[in-house]
Each structure stands twice: as C-alpha cells, then as structure tokens.
C-alpha cells in the first residue's frame, strides 16, 4: 500500500513548482518510448461489499499475462477510474505492475480535471511502476476547453511528469475531441508519445499520423472495431476492452495487420465488430465483466451506479458473440 | 480544518452499511426544507499560486450576503468543484457556512461519480454545516446511466444523506438530462427536495411541476436567463450565477414574478438574458469572474485548465453588460 | 384548380428579376400586418389512395372556423408539405383560403430549398389568397446555411414578396437554428413581419423580442407547450398543431395569459404539455390525425413514408390524452 | 428535353399503381449491377443568371469522362438537387448519359421526400437514361423515420424501380443514419443493389459487408477521406467529390488498393484527407467549384442561398491542396 507521505510530499513539492511556473524538467526523458501494439485496458474487480479484490484483479492479470499484448491500460475507461478514490487508483496500478509480466508496458489512466491534480496523480502514477501515463481530456467544463485549454493543460503535465505521456481522446464519455490541430501542436512535446484515439473517425486517425509524421508520434486505435482500418491509415496498435476477453483474436488481428494478410484480416475483423460494440457502446463496462465471467476471467459487478445488465441484455450480449462464432 | 478522522471514520462506517445495504434511516428527516428563492452559486477565489484563498472567499460572502437571496449553492458548477480536492470541497463550505448570514440556505454540490463516493461526501457535506445537498448526475458513462441506475444512485444518496437532497441536471456539463419520469419517480422519496434544473427547456420545467403536485417537490431554474418564464411555469425559484454580479436585479426579477408585476418583470428579464448568457454558456466562469472584478468582488483566475479570457473575449463579455445597461 | 399558366408565368417573370438582381418593390407593402394570436396549423387529409381529400380539408376547416384563432397556417411542418407537390400546396391553399372565415388570417408556408423556388412559391402562395408567407429555413445544406447566406436568402424573399414574410426556425425537422444576430438583422426589413419559433428555447424567444422591439416585428411561439412562457417573455401568439384537436383549450390559454390570469393559465398549461409533445415530438403527424379521428376531424392517414402508429404508440397517446382530463 | 407527357403519364400510372398496392414486377429485374469502383458526383454548372448551363456541364463530362471511373452520380448532393425542379433533375441526368462515355455507370439520385414522389422520380430517372437509382433517405420527418418507416419506403421505390436502387445515407446533410439493421433486411430485396455511406464510420461499413456476404449486395464509401480505410473493410469503391478535381489521384488510390500496395496506397490517401475534407465538410459545393475552376473544369457559382467562398476561405481551401502538395 502506498504510504500517505508519498502522495502529500508529491503533492506539496508539485503544488509549489506548478504556481511558480518553475520549470518542468522531468528526470529521465529522452527517445520517446515506442507503444506500439495491442493492450488490454484492465477491469477492476470488486467484492461482494464493492472494495476493490486485488486478489481477482492478480489472476486476471496472470492469464492475460499470456498473450502477446505490448502491455496493459490500468485505469481506463474500462477500469471505472472515476469510482475509484486516489489512492485505490495508485495501489491499482501498484499491484498490477507486480502481476504483470515484466516485459510489457504499463500505461497508467493519470487524467483528473484539473491540472495540478493530473500533474500529481501522473507522478505518482510513475512512482507506483506506470511506464507511461494516459491523460484524458478535461470534461467538465467541455464548453471552455478551447485549443489554447488543451494545450495549457497537456504541456503542465508532459513538463513534470517522469514518464511520457499519452494524450486520449473518447468523446462518448467526454462529449470532447481533442482536436488535430492541438494534437499536432502537442505532438512536438519531448514528452508527449502518442494519442489513444476512441473516435472511431479513421480520417482523423490518418490526418493525425499524416501531420505529425515528423515528429516521433504514435497513433493508438481505442477500440477493436476500428482496428484494421486503424492499422490501414497508420495507426501502430490499440487499446482494445474487447482484449479482455478475446486477447488471443485481437493479436492475431493485429499479426495479420502487420504481415499485410489483409484479406484474413478482413474476414477476421468483421466477426469482431459485433462483440466489440457489445462490450464498449452498447453495454459498457457491466458488458466487459459479464463476458468475462464466460470466458473464464473474474468479472463480476461493477461498482454504483453502473448497474447489472437485465436478463434481455445479457441475452443479446450472448448473441453478439454466438452469431460471430465465439460463444 | 476538518480533521483527516472525520473523513475516514465517514468512509468506514458507510463503506459497511452501502455494501450490505443497510438501512438509510438518516437522522433528523420528516417535513422536507422548503427551498423556493434565489441562490447565488458562489465561486471559488484563488490566491496566485492557485491555492482556495478563503479570505477573499469570506469577503464574498460579507458582501453577497446583504442581498435577499434564499442562501448559497456551494460547490455546483459555477464554484469549480471538479478541481477541488475532497478537503478543499469540505473546507470551502465550511468557511461559507461561518461567513453568510444565519438565516439563510447553504446547498452544498456533493456530487460525486461513484454512489459511494456521493454518500460519503454528502454525509461531510451535512457535518461541515451544509443545509441541503446538492447532487449532480453522474456524468463519465453516461452512455449507461438509465432511469434505473439514476433511481438506485438517488435513493443510495438519499437514504443516507442526514439532509435533503436536491436533484441537479445540468446537460452543457454532462451532457445527461435527468429524464422527467425519473424525476417524478425520485419526488417520492422524503428526503429529496426538488430540483435544479438548467436544461433552460421550461417545457419540461412544467411538466415536472405538474406531475410532482402531488409531492413535497421544488423545481429551481438553474440560470437567470430563464427565471421569469420558470416562475410563469411554477418553479420557485433559481439558482443563478448572474447573482454574483447583479445580485440585487435577479433578487427584484423574483419579487416582480412573485407579485404579479409580469410587465415590469418581462423588461428586467430582457435585460438581464444577454449577460445571463456571457457569465455562464458563452464565457463560463472565467467571465463570471472577471465580471466580479469589474463589480467590486473578488473574481480572479481560475485553476487550470480553465484559460483567462482573451481581450476579444474580455470585450464582448462587456458589450453584453453596457449594450443592457449595467455597466 | 389553378393553372398552370399562372404558374409558369411566375417562374419566368420571377427569374428573369431574381438573376438579374432587379429590385423588388413588392406591390401593397407599407405598414406590416399584424399576426398576434393563435394559429391552427391545418394538417392535410388524404384519400384511401394517398390523394388529397380537398372535401375533408373543408370540412376540417369549417369546425376550425368557428374556433376563435387568428388565423391558418398552411403547408406548415404538420400539414405535410415536403409531400405535396408544387401544385398541390396551392390548390390546398386556394381550398383553404375559400372553406376558412373571411376575417381570419392565412399564413401559407412557401419554404423551399432554393431562393428562386421560394420566391416563386411566395408569390403563387399570394396570387391563390395567402395573407402572409411563412419561410423555413432552407435545411439540406445546412453546414453552409451562414448567417450571410440566410440573411441573403429571406432579404430576396421578402424583397419579391407581395405579401409580409414570416421567419421559420424549426431545428427538430431542419437541424439548424435561426442564429438570433440573423434574425435581428432580417426584422429590419419592412416586409418581413415576425418569425414563428420552434426550438422550445425561451430564452432565445426573449432575446428576440428585447432585440427586435424597436422593429415592427412579432414573436410567435412554434408549439402548444411552451405557449405560456413565451407570452411571458413577449411573444404575441403561437401556432400550436395542438390547436387542430384542443382548439378552445388553447384559446383559453391565450385569453388567461393576454388578460394576466396567470395562475389559471399555469394550470392550464401544464395540463396541455403532455397532449402537445404527443401530438409534436413524441408521434408527429401521426398523432395529430390520430387524434383528430378521436375529436371528430378528418385525421386518417399520411402519405408515405410516414407511417400509421402502432397500437402500442395509440395506446400511449391515448394516455396522454386521458391522465390529463382531455378524454 | 423530356415531354411533360412522358412525366404526368408516369405520375397517373404510379400513383393508381401504389395506392392499390398492387405489385411492382419491375421490369427487366435479374441479377443486380456490379457497382463496383470510383463515382465522380458531378457538379451542376449555373449560368451568370442561375439557369443550368447544361454546354459547360458536358464539357465538364468529356474531361472527367477520360479518367478510370466506374461511372457518374449524377444528382446526389454534389449536383445541389434539392435546387433543381423536377424536370432539371431528369434534364440534367439526360444530357449526361448523352455526354459521357457509353461503358460507364450512370447511377441518378432519384430520391424525394414522398414514397410516391421518389417512385416517379425514380422511374422518369431510368427513362431518361440512368442506369441506377441513389435513393437519400427521407429528412424532413426524421425524427418519425423509423426502421419500418425506411424500410416501407426503400421496398416501395426498389419494387417499382425498372433500374437497380443505391441506398444513401449521408446523415451530415439528413441528421439521419439509416440503420445497419434496415441495411441488413433491405439488402435482400432483388433490385437493391448496395449503399453509399457518407457516414465516415468505417466500423459502420465493415458490419454491413459483413451482414449481408451472403445477399447480392455492395458497400460504397461516400467519400475519398476514408476511400483506403473502407476498402480495408470490404466496401468495392466509392462516390467522391473529390474526383471533379483529383480524378486520377481517387482512380490510383483505388487501383493501389485493390493490388494490395497498401503502404503507397496509404501515403497516397494520407494526402488527400485535408482536400477533401476541404470540398466537403468544410467548405461543400462553393468548395468543389472554386477548386473546378482552378483545375481547369468549370466550376461557377451555386444556386442561391449556397454563397461563394470568402476570400479568407478561398485562401484556406487553396491551402488545404498547395500543403499537400496539388496545387
């Protein structure tokens, strides 16, 4: 668990430097870290009285530990960070970097609403094991979050934060897109890598890839069902929920990708679109822990107030995996 | 300074009663608090170093404080919540329950997106001095948030809230309307008040009177620019952040709807919509604030992300308050 | 029956003008006519063979008659005039002009997608009787339908018009919002008389009227609904598709709002919201005629695509109906 | 020119024909079209006077006529139908056929906002010329647009049709999406030949070739920003505004695709994001013509209220080409 004098030391020295203005070179950067590749954006499990089961949340991570993702998204969309306290987000990250297979990469979810507390949490998220942090845009007061906003807001968090950053777009849950422009504004930052981009808008995908091929950039897919045409336009992998239950299928999505078998890729996309939509826009997240409870993995309940799917949505989610052939 | 022992000997004990979901008998219910009036939402001063700067907070509150308002929403939108920290949102109301004059309402916004975290910070809300609560949708997955979900996330909040708790819509923000049957289904509870309403759609502000006159149920407008057409449709009142500013002209748009002066009511309402609109969609609340400078408060910056207004900005806010006559 | 000639003499007189800019003296314009008041916006009966039942539209129109409103609207949204063609919107026009009482006001809607076909329209809708021409806003480009395009668009309409022009901002059908600078800048022209809103935004209704008052130029509400409030802010009537089944109902609403019988009006008025969204948003034009059949009008069937309701949707319309005491 | 006889004895014909709802054995239906590969929508050249100028609208089609194209839309929203009259519509698809190439496709947009209208449009289109018909979805009463409204309505105009019928969704113009589901069930009607989606969500397009493989049935992107990504996904061409300036760079986007040079194909389709976005979303028809008129077409004005390009815009849009290297 970590220590109460972590955080407040985090967030007394922070505080200073960021109302200072004082300047924000952050220890250790250099070459940009190269992301690419699929991740699985990790659920958390609960118990029966809502507390986070670290215990369910290590076996899930030992048995995705065994495919061949790059490496995990903790504290994603998928992973309910807005229900988490602070320090359920950092202990979260903390255990799963200890289950997690060395060799991969921990991108850790670090976006709050305000600067100074993204600033914080994206430390310590470093400080915790993350390899990179993902910041998501600011929501709240979408109605000001102009280019100029955006651009105040990543630069703060790119200059102080120990690990590289990147930015993530998912306007279902953010009614925001981080517009190109400011993407390839930020795109020049030393230590800002890449974009997770859940738009689903693959021309905005391939004009991001365009315009920042300059610069040392990567574009991440946010889903699966955009990922071979993500992969056509440039992209160089994804953040797939859908992972979590068909890992094996989302690599191989990806090999065929890479080894320019477009034509099985295509045949094998199609029969994913289907169970990714389940998962992602039409059930959400109680859609995610449902079908891994099918598959074997620790589901099990979502915290308040995302509810259980009813009988008919569990029967249609069924559906959309049977019909494509993986139930 | 509320001690850190409070903080979590709340969480503790609620932890337990949520998760096995016992009882909700909070302390001291029965005849639900009559909330009809004006509200000025009071904003959040920062100091240079974007620390709460409580003095300039309290000399605020001296100031608005001799106008007839009904009392204070702190911590809604206009106040900056999503940047506080869970101390800071306690410390805030805690100051302002000391500053404002005795007679009048402190709501306090204790909206949180997880149920638990809304329990928790509702019952601090009471125990730092709030009167009434204010609870805004939970907004991230909205795409999941059903009547169903909304219904358990109100009556959780509710049941356990030692005080009355008022519904909060606010789609610019959350881009969530609390569905009207939703509304009419929680105005049943007994410790749920009424609601904020800032959709500015008076259609649904009289249907939801109409169908809750059966209840002990209040419906405010959530903005001046609608004030005078909500009266005509039977709310009771609003919440306006124009009340920092022209706080005496919103305080006598009330009494000339309450009396029946609908011709003199209908002229100061025109006037007051254009700088209704500048201080809350068109510049938010860096042009309320920079508006309380000009009026002799303390407005002054707000944290980031939040941007300054440019001086075209800062220009057109102005026209929109000398083109009506105020400045 | 009109002509065909008429028709075709319109369109070359009319083109020759438009493209060579000359310049519009419409005969007979002065002093703008006053529109106040109620509308019925006539829906348009059709045979078992989807011809227009011209003996059912009178009918209709002779019940509609002996209601106190200020006048027809025909071939608005409700009367299905996107289905008609060119010949047929006239001959309903002309059948109108004849079944209706001689004192009340026929406003004719002659939006068309193109400027010269709306000018053309405008001027036939005033040869065959109409006393004033409501102008939707043109839709299917409506990411390029600038204020200056608008602007351009309604000053040509009126410029040719015979007869006064009436603004139509109905953004559930069209998508777009009549920008309130644009209207502002329009209701300086002398032929141009009003604007007939359909957005709900009251608000907006407010702001067009503070903006406009030293203009000859009236605010009509767009629905049934949101009737109350917009006399409160300043409109001067409304055309409500409520009107063709809840006739004196809306009349009385008028009346208490013009005579500042405001707690009857509210009454009022909140029990006539649910039968208006039913009738508006909830079942369209289907709902209208489904109701008229229940009031003793000629409802029947639309013409295709639109399609009968479901026994599921009469049921609930019914509903609508019968919980607020109108069945 | 089109006889008014051929048009008034199709309108009696149809009309008696569809109100008995007897059965649209269209003529010469068997096995549908190949609609493969690249469409220019052509443009609509006005004279000074806003009439067709149907002498530069051939000259346009001998110069397009050269490139590799599958064929022509003639009529769809690039060719500003919703500004023609209806003998325009068939005067303009007439003089195309006559002026283009004998071996290519010439698919008309036919659709109305009536089932009846769009039935006698969609025949009087096969007389005079067309070898398809592209049907939009009906707008105006979208929001009573339902699945079996659309899917009546499409059965209707496919059973009457002599020619194939394109489904075409383009929800940026319409606010409509037709539903992948309607798409599913209308693609085994025996002269529905495919879809043009405009919709840009290429996940979108992988379901519906994924949902129909076992129908007689082809997918069409709607425009060239996401031409690659969609052939990535299954789709077997595309309509393209952008080929009434970049044919050949839309002709080899398309052949690099279908070799499977996929790499040459992306850099290709990188290039053309910012153009087209330009003679689409961002700058529409005026865009298309001023950049005709700078690649040697004749571009010319559009019909009113569409409004030239502002020379601030006209700079931008010369930028969007010149940055990517085509002007």
Partial sequence: MLGPGVWSSVRQGLSRSLSRNVGGKA???????????????????????AEVDYGKLEENLHKLGTFPFRGFVVQGSTGEFPFLTSSERLEVVSRVRQAMPKNKLLIAGSGCESTQATVEMTVSMAQVG?????????????????????????????????????????????????????????????NIAGIKDSSGDVTRIGLMVHKTKRQDFQVLAGSAGFLLASYAMGAVGGVCALANVLGAQVCQLERLCLTGQWEDAQ??????????????RRFGIPGVKKTMDWFGYHGGPCRAPLQDLSPAEEEALRVDFTSNGWL
Same sequence: chains 1, 2, 3, 4.
């Fill in 27 to 49: 220890p250790g950067k250099g070459k940009k870290v190269d992301i690419s590749g699929i991740y699985a954006p990790v659920t958390t499990p609960f118990t029966a009285t």
């Fill in 130 to 190: 993350a390899d990179a942090a993902m910041v998501v845009t600011p929501y709240y007061y979408r109605g000001r979050m102009s280019s100029a906003a955006l651009i105040h807001h990543y630069t703060k968090v790119a200059d102080f934060s120990p690990i590289p950053v990147v930015l993530y777009s998912v306007p279902a849950n953010t009614g925001l897109d981080l517009p190109v422009d400011t993407v390839v504004t930020l795109s020049q930052h030393p």
């Fill in 267 to 280: 045949k094998l996309q199609h029969r994913l679109i289907e169970p990714n939509t389940a998962v992602t």
